[in-house]
């Protein structure tokens, strides 16, 4: 009876070190927006569209009722493979000085500027040439870059004109369970000047982000939580802890079961 007692005193207190193991992450470190209320209304209200940066590739095609008046303003280059691909639309890089080099126009500023704004403007200064014309620009390197944990890091391409942070990292396979979701950076180039912004992931603030919507060549990290180890050797370790656990557990089962 008393070597039985001790082995189930045994047994309570493996099971008591494996639980204490397996729960370095608890359910409020991973749920997201987590002060949002049941049927609780936000009114997005946020106006952000992308504009123009130092370094941006932008697409400009024209278009109008007159094709040969509007071939000066659409330049090709031939697509290579012998003649056998189709030419392509040159592309226009903002300079510098946050201009762009355009046939027949010249230099025209485009930093700063949205889509919107821009097209609006090559309207204006293309009347002297054109009747009605159609403006269609696009921004060429609209891409974001995902680091840290999260389930694929790498650089992912935006088809539209905006992406928020959510759907960022839903590219990248979400956070892992050792990302940190309290504490995400987002890094932002304007023109040369970097700024930081961190975001909480578990507050519905995050709505209310200048980052929550991402601009072209934001970088978003997530870094490891207090329950990751930074080096195999420490995942090692805790592999090794565990086993050992499931040994002794194991090992007491038997007693019991057998006393």
């Known amino acids: 009876m008393f070597l039985n007692n001790i082995n189930k005193k045994f047994l309570v207190i493996s099971l008591l070190a494996l639980l204490s193991l397996s729960s370095c992450v608890t359910k409020k470190d991973v749920v997201y927006f987590q002060n949002a209320k049941n049927f609780e209304t936000i009114v997005d209200t946020d106006t952000f569209t992308p504009r123009f940066k130092v370094n941006d590739i ?83 390197n609209f891409r974001v870059s995902i680091l840290g944990e999260v389930g694929s890091p790498g650089r992912y391409e935006v088809s539209g004109e905006r992406i928020t942070i959510l759907e960022a990292l839903a590219l990248a396979g979400d956070l892992s369970i050792k990302g940190k979701r309290e504490n995400i950076l987002v890094v932002r180039d304007f023109n040369g000047t970097k700024t930081y912004t961190r975001v909480d992931l578990t507050s519905k603030e995050l709505f209310n982000s200048p980052v ?48």
């Not at 639309?89 to 903002?94: K, Q």
């Not at 821009?118 to 204006?124: D, H, I």
């Not at 090692?236 to 006393?259: Q, Y």
Request: glycine share 8%.
């Open 58 to 140: 932008v697409s400009i095609f024209v278009s109008t009722f007159d094709l040969e008046a509007v071939k000066p303003f659409n330049l090709f280059i031939d697509g290579g493979g012998g003649g056998s691909s189709q030419p392509q639309l040159i592309d226009y890089l903002v300079d510098i000085e946050g201009n762009i080099d355009y046939p027949v126009l010249g230099k025209v500023k485009l930093k700063g500027l949205t889509v919107q704004e821009a097209q609006e403007l090559f309207k204006e200064k293309l009347a002297l040439y054109l009747k009605d014309p159609i403006i269609n620009i696009r921004i060429l």
């Open 212 to 259: 929550y919507y991402l601009t072209q060549n934001d970088i978003v990290y997530v870094e490891p939580n207090n329950s990751a180890r930074s080096s195999a050797s420490g995942d090692t370790r805790i592999g090794t802890i565990i086993s050992i656990s499931s040994f002794l557990i194991t090992t007491a089962l038997i007693f019991v079961t057998r006393n």
